[in-house]
């Protein structure tokens, strides 16, 4: 079993920046990538990026250039980097570990950007 729990978000201007984090805990050895989702009200949960255990990252096409994705494995810790933000940025973000079996989810914070 893993457990996990982001913070950071926020309230932020246009342009602004942000750092989530997800601390995982529990079973960190099943882990085999972590990633962020995210998902407005009314629409589609969506990949937002993603870590694989052997450090290849991936980011979706909205996001490419204005966030970054990294982690530290001491802390079992994934963050979520977020610059230039925008108004379609505002959602529930929320981290997402892939396991051996199954999978895991936070339960989401918020992020809203003010125009």
């Known amino acids: 079993q893993v457990q996990l729990v982001e913070s950071g978000g926020g309230l932020v201007q246009v342009g602004g920046s942000l750092r989530l984090s997800c601390v995982a805990s529990g079973s960190i050895f099943t882990i085999s990538a972590m990633g962020w989702y995210r998902q407005a009200p009314g629409k589609q949960r969506e990949f937002v990026a993603s870590i694989t255990r052997g450090g290849s990252t991936t980011l979706a096409n909205s996001v490419k250039g204005r966030f970054t994705i990294s982690r530290d494995n001491a802390k079992n810790t994934v963050y979520l980097q977020m610059n230039s933000l925008k108004p379609e940025d505002t959602s529930v973000y929320y981290c997402?570990?892939?396991?051996?079996?199954?999978?895991?989810w936070g339960q989401g914070t918020q992020v809203t950007v003010s125009s």
């Open positions: 997402h570990a892939d396991l051996w079996s199954g999978d895991s």
